[in-house]
């Protein structure tokens, strides 16, 4: 029989060459041909303790589990130990885990190759310039876009009690309070449409009282409107004062 030379240096311990011998004599680790592997075994580690490996003694301990599970396989079976279990299956399942571990192992290596030459970069957040607006814009256009709005919720309005309040008076807004809940309104986001500073339940008073306050606050400087032609509609932010 051609002698098996292996270096020992290049298994991960006694268990490792093991499996290979099992597998290169393409037999199951359940149903080990004791007297043949073990005979490998030892001709693979022969002059060990020559060698400079760390694991020495784990591969001797091996060679002297191989040799005991082949006396116990060659001694005469006794009527009582029909129920003794196969001294090899011990082994098996060392084994078993053993290659289940090691096909674990090869799995995550072919991810960690995968990666090795990926570089991933933090997110990392662009934040675009707004565009200068450099156009001026007429008070009549401000008015136009209102009449718009007004126009647009009289069509979609219901009838009210509001439409009544001729017989016991008019409605009163204050402008002033109109630029409070405009500055309200500012305070929860930067810019807001024109269009949004008038409800749906707004009277017609509230609306007029609604875009007073707002030409107030642009020639008091507090309010800078601009045309957006994708809304359709002016954009309103706060002013420098």
């Known amino acids: 029989m051609e002698k098996i030379l292996y270096r020992l240096d290049a298994f991960e311990g006694p268990l490792d060459l093991l499996l290979t011998l099992i597998q290169r004599n393409k037999v199951s680790i359940y149903d080990i041909p004791i007297a043949e ?27 002297a589990q191989l040799l005991y599970i082949k006396s116990k396989l060659l001694l005469p079976k006794q009527e009582t130990d029909e129920d003794e279990e196969d001294p090899r299956e011990e082994l098996a399942r060392r084994l078993a885990e053993y290659q289940q571990f090691k096909e674990a192992s090869k799995e995550l290596r072919k991810n960690e190759f995968a990666t090795r030459h990926m570089v991933f970069r933090e997110t990392e957040r662009i934040d675009f310039p707004a565009p200068e607006y450099n156009i001026s814009h007429t008070t009549d256009e401000l008015l136009e876009a209102f009449n718009s709005i007004l126009s647009r919720r009289i069509r979609r309005a219901k009838p009210e009690k509001r439409a009544f309040s001729r017989i016991v008076g008019r409605e009163k807004v204050s402008v002033d309070d109109m630029v409070e809940k405009i500055c309200k309104v500012l305070k929860r986001g930067k810019r807001v449409r024109f269009e949004t500073l008038f409800r749906e339940e707004d009277s017609k008073p509230e609306m007029i009282a609604t875009f007073l306050a707002v030409l107030e606050m642009i020639r008091m400087g507090k309010l800078r409107a601009d045309y957006d032609e994708g809304k359709k509609d002016f954009i309103l932010t706060t002013g420098k004062n």
């Open 37 to 63: 592997i073990t005979e490998q075994y030892l001709e693979a580690i022969e002059g060990i303790e020559e060698m400079n490996l760390d694991n020495t003694s784990e591969f001797l301990v091996m060679a």
